[in-house]
Every structure is written in C-alpha cells, then in structure tokens.
C-alpha cells in the first residue's frame, strides 16, 4: 500500500507485482477506488497512467 497526494487530497493506491510471460515480478498492478491499472515499464509509469486515467474517468461522469 503506498499513500500519494494527488491535488491536495490523499489518495491510497495498492501496488503489487506479477510474474508476467515467464517473466519475474514484471508487471506492476495498481488499484485504487475499484480502478486497475498495470504496467510493463515500471512502478513510475503505472502511477502516471494510473493517475491520468482515473482523471478520465472522473470526467466521464459528469
């Protein structure tokens, strides 16, 4: 579990790492408010597209 601070509130995403294609601990899997994102790259990257894609679909609602 890692804490971030994303415009002035704190959000709490769950981050985890799997085997992916025979690979070790290559994929980083993120979850917060029910929204799952994951990543080949690394735990960075996850987080920035985690991030974007929970703004997109904040906007989405409304």
Request: without cysteine; charged residues 30%; hydrophobic residues 35%.
């Amino acid at each position: 579990m890692s804490k971030f601070f994303h415009k002035g509130r704190i959000m709490i995403m769950y981050i985890s790492y799997i085997n992916y294609q025979g690979g070790k601990n290559n994929l980083v899997v993120i979850e917060s408010n029910g929204v799952v994102t994951t990543s080949l790259k690394d735990k960075e990257t996850a987080i920035r597209t985690h991030k974007r894609k929970l703004k997109r679909l904040k906007a989405k609602e409304k």
